[in-house]
């Protein structure tokens, strides 16, 4: 399948990493199965990581059907992502949702979730939805964990309830990085909860080796908004981002934590 859309939004997405000097480090890549479905479980730390997601797994070959907010499809964007075959989420009402991914599934493809339905002011793995889970459960397709880091200083979270959508901060010259973990199996008898506290564990210990490589840390002195407050940046604490939060009764509440220094 040629997808011009998707190719041409690729193109697009590659000048615009030149044109801010951004590089995106991936390690894992070979853990992504060269064909039939896989479910990718990623963090989330700032708005365009599905970029950073796809750019890491482009020598890869395959296409990544992303599960996205569904307002963007309310924009002048949503037409080009109905042509990628991206899958539009509602909060309120996830089940079309499932069902379009499970559907995707069936057909072969590379589906990824960002289980924490939003991005934690903290700079932590917040509680997260099943859904990750549920899809590999059901449909045999193999789970990877992804975690991505450094977006954030260009595009993360709001601070308040009552603060305006944040703004990207187009500095250059930034580093992101993306991790792609072994790939799990999740067996029919396997229970949703249980599975994904182990995700949520397993994001966070990555998420936690990245946020301490000397180039993710901010210089001495630094107002740092964007590096998490348990090691010594000024996020919001862990308590005090719940606020923003916002999630589902049915999303799994945090059994991990962070590792402070």
Known sequence: ???????????????????LDLRVRSEGAEHLPAEGPVVLACNHV????FV????????????????CRGDIWDSRAGTFMERMRHVPVDREAPAAAYLR???????????CVFPEAGISAA??????????VALARETGAPLLPVTVWGGQRLWGQKRSLDAAFPQPELARGRTIDVRVGAPWHVPPTA??????????????????GLQRLPEHRPRPGEWAPWHPAHLGGHALEREASYALDGMPRSAVTPTWAPVSD
Do not use: C, H, N, W
Request: proline residues 4%; without cysteine.
């Open 123 to 132: 700079y932590a793995v917040r509680a997260m939805m099943p859904g990750a």
């Open 1 to 19: 399948m040629r997808e011009p859309t998707y190719r041409a939004a690729i193109a697009a997405g590659k000048v615009v990493l030149r044109a």
């Open 101 to 111: 991914a499970r559907s995707l599934l069936r057909d072969g493809e590379v589906v």
């Open 46 to 49: 700032s708005f365009p990581d």
């Open 52 to 67: 950073y997601v796809g750019q890491a797994l482009l020598g890869t070959g395959r296409l990544v059907r992303f599960l």
């Open 191 to 208: 229970d949703l909860v249980e599975t994904t506290r182990r995700l949520g564990a397993t994001l966070q210990a990555t998420l936690d």
